[in-house]
């Protein structure tokens, strides 16, 4: 059974410029859900999705959006990066609530 | 808010050791606990999960108790292996019934474990 699948792996972007992120969920699930990791914050919630819908977004600033397909695939997007945006980000999907989530290996960002 | 607190690492241990990684929680409700794991430029992996006080998840060697009364979810192993060495995550599972069910899991900081031969 097919996992998690993200793209690319690894990203270098530039100040200013904008960069979108992919995630294949695992056949059935369709929740999908994305995380900002780094060394200062740690695990931070981006937004979760269901069914074509936003359904939480987390305390970032507008600059990060997302949205998901009819075939649960999702995407996220970054305009106006900024030094900071430099992360680990992570997919993950789940099959129902409390089943608990499957994650991708990550979308390494790095902004120069 | 909901949160998650964790020991604070590195915890470093010899091959065979008993693992204890502590793990508590603030929230409201009852909430599902989980452990994860990350290896070294990789993704995190599902350890094991709780989903009611008194449960104990289990898997791989490693256990944890969800404990109501002391809103801890320590996990434990018995005798760690060096392929043990990794971060583990201890999260909780925020449901928002008003928003439709929607889950966000909150996590703690992570604990880092080297375990030596």
């Known amino acids: 059974k097919a996992g998690v699948t993200q793209t690319p792996r690894y990203l270098i972007k530039t100040r200013g410029q904008q960069v979108t992120l992919s995630c294949s969920p695992i056949?059935?699930?369709?929740?999908v859900s994305w995380y900002q990791q780094t060394p200062g914050q740690g695990l931070q919630f981006l937004f979760e999705?269901?069914?074509?819908?936003?359904?939480n977004k987390g305390n970032f600033p507008g600059r990060f959006s997302g949205r998901q397909f009819s075939n649960s695939r999702s995407e996220m997007n970054v305009s106006t990066l900024e030094l900071g945006d430099s992360a680990l980000y992570l997919c993950?999907?789940?099959?129902?609530?409390?089943?608990?989530?499957?994650f991708g290996s990550g979308t390494r960002l790095t902004v120069v | 808010g909901n949160s998650v607190t964790q020991m604070e690492g590195p915890v470093t241990l010899s091959e065979e050791a008993f693992l204890t990684i502590n793990c508590t929680y603030t929230a409201t409700g009852y909430p599902s606990l989980f452990w994860y794991v990350q290896y070294p430029g990789e993704g995190l992996q599902l350890l094991l999960k709780?989903?009611?006080?008194?449960d104990k998840g289990s898997n791989k060697g490693f256990e944890a108790t969800y404990r109501k009364e002391t809103t801890s979810f320590h996990l434990e192993k018995g005798s760690v292996q060096v392929s043990d060495s990794a971060v583990y995550f201890c999260?909780?599972?925020?449901?928002?019934?008003?928003?439709?069910?929607?889950?966000?899991?909150?996590f703690g900081k992570g604990t880092k474990l080297t375990v030596n031969p």
């Open positions: 056949s059935g699930h369709r929740s």
């Open positions: 993950a999907s789940s099959l129902a609530e409390n089943y608990g989530y499957t």
């Open positions: 709780a989903t009611k006080a008194d």
């Open positions: 999260a909780l599972s925020d449901l928002l019934l008003l928003q439709g069910g929607s889950e966000k899991l909150v």
């Open positions: 999705y269901f069914s074509e819908t936003q359904r």
